[in-house]
């Protein structure tokens, strides 16, 4: 076995640590990456604009597919409409009409036009308390969403 001198031991300890400090920073920017991806489910305000511009509203717990170009709610599949939609940003895929479908808003100004939103039994909780930050209403499954205008 070779004996080392007394620099290079100190240089393979410095390049050993330089390349442990290396591979921390490779998996660090990995679960960053991983954290950026879109979520599996999200809280959502969904609106039918297949009438015109105003329509009713639900506020309820959606599923993404895994490209994040289709949305899934309660038994239906809508699609993005890559912006070519007039006030409307999704379409049902077998009904072909027009959605606005977005993230809920902390001051529930979710609608561009004011209407009526239901919000889902299922995330009612966590909307008002995670979303509004107002748990004292978590009661409240009712509301007329005021305009963004």
Known sequence: MMQLKPDQEQLNKALLTESLATLALRKARALCAKRRMRPKHRIMYIEYKGDGIVGPARTGRVTFSKSGKSVHYRGKTFETLNGTGFKANYFDVETREHYWISGCRKDGRDALY?????????????????????????HISKLIANSKY
């Open 114 to 138: 004011s209407t009526e939103v239901e919000i889902d039994d299922d995330v009612l909780e966590k909307y008002w308390e995670e979303i509004r930050g107002k748990p004292e209403n978590k």
